[in-house]
Every structure is written in C-alpha cells, then in structure tokens.
C-alpha cells in the first residue's frame, strides 16, 4: 500500500497551489480520502473529505470557499485546489484513506506561504 502526497511548494499570500494524493495497493474506490495538514507546534487538523463516489464532501470553516477536494477513481488520486492562499495555511499537509477496516496516512508534503 502507498499514498504519495506531492504539489506541495513555496507561495505568496493570494496564491494557489494544487495538492495530489496517489494511491497504491488498496482498491481506491471503496475508501473515503481526506487531507489534513499540520502546522508547526499545532496538532492535526481536518481540512477536507470526499467519499468514494464523490458525491459527498466536506471542508473546514478555515478554508470552506478556497478549496476544492476532488478524486478520480480511474487514477487513483485525490486532489486539493488550493486558492487565496494565506500564511496561515502553511502547514504540513497529508492525505489519508479511510475505509471501515483500514486507514493509511502519507508521508506529507510542505506547503508554504509567504511574502
């Protein structure tokens, strides 16, 4: 099994970036996928899910209006539009798969905003 984060980067305030989450090894469809980012001397924060078909998705008041989960099951990836970016969503972002057995974390990847 492999989830694979990348997209992360350097960005001003204002900024957009596009998250991906690559899956491996479990059958992606039938898992609910989430990103969760971390800032520094933070805990983990839920930022958005998607279910298995897509048809449910749900988002933070922190970045409800800026950003957008999708999936695409034919790739096997998750994805998070990320817009009007500020410093507060620097952080350490992770993808997770959910499944009513399993759960897998990634390794995350770095995003951050600054002037």
């Known amino acids: 099994v492999q989830v694979v984060e990348s997209g992360g980067g350097l960005v001003q305030p204002g900024g957009s970036l596009r998250l991906s989450c690559a899956a491996s090894?479990?059958?992606?469809?039938?898992?609910?996928m989430s990103w969760y980012r971390q800032a520094p001397g933070k805990g983990r924060e839920l930022v958005a899910t998607?279910?298995?078909?897509?048809?449910?998705?749900d988002y933070a008041d922190s970045v409800e209006g800026r950003f957008i989960i999708s999936r695409d099951n034919a790739k096997s990836t998750v994805y998070l539009q990320m817009n009007s970016l500020k410093v507060d969503d620097t952080a350490m972002y992770y993808c997770?798969?959910?499944?009513?057995?399993?759960?897998?974390w990634g390794q995350g990847t770095q995003v951050t905003v600054s002037s």
């Open positions: 997770k798969a959910i499944s009513w057995l399993y759960t897998y």
């Open positions: 090894g479990f059958i992606f469809s039938s898992y609910r």
């Open positions: 998607i279910t298995g078909a897509g048809d449910t998705i």
